[in-house]
């Protein structure tokens, strides 16, 4: 099981993945933009995410799937945008990714199969942020919290 937790800061699903990990006294980390730059302005400094040189979220999406051991993007609607990046970054350093559609409402023993067959120390934990998707964050808290209860 995952003994960290990064993302880049986000509101939505970043956000959840933090919040949850502070919440149960799990290390947390990630980059996030120069600035500390969210769509709700500047991320509080409760989060311990450190900077990129530059304010692209481009560069913080890629350092924190370089940085961990896989990547778990939830989603609602459709892949996109920074989630759709996230793939590819995946990909690109050849790192387990899970896209989970509709929240990954019913799949937490997958979920959770698939943290222990990767054996997965630090999870990235992305998707869209809440203006996109006014849902994902409670969606994201409510599986990370149901996978956490199956350990």
């Excluded at 995952?2 to 006294?25: C, E, H, P, Y």
């Excluded at 993007?73 to 989630?83: A, D, F, K, R």
Aim: glycine share 10%.
């Amino acid at each position: 099981m995952f003994q960290k937790i990064v993302s880049g800061g986000q509101t939505g699903a970043d956000r959840a993945a933090l919040d949850f990990a502070l919440s149960n006294g799990i290390d947390h980390g990630g980059w996030c933009p120069k600035g500390r730059r969210a769509e709700d302005g500047s991320l509080d400094d409760i989060y311990r995410l450190d900077e990129t040189p530059r304010k692209d979220y481009r560069q913080r999406t890629e350092w924190n799937v370089r940085d961990s051991d896989a990547t778990l993007i939830v989603y609602n609607h459709e892949l996109s945008g920074g989630s759709a990046y996230t793939a590819e970054m995946a990909q690109k350093y050849d790192r387990p990714c899970l896209l989970l559609e509709n929240g990954g409402a019913g799949m937490e023993r997958s979920v959770r199969d698939w943290l222990d067959e990767h054996k997965v120390k630090v999870l990235n934990v992305a998707g869209p942020r809440s203006s996109t998707e006014a849902e994902i964050y409670t969606m994201t808290r409510d599986l990370l919290e149901a996978v956490y209860l199956l350990r």
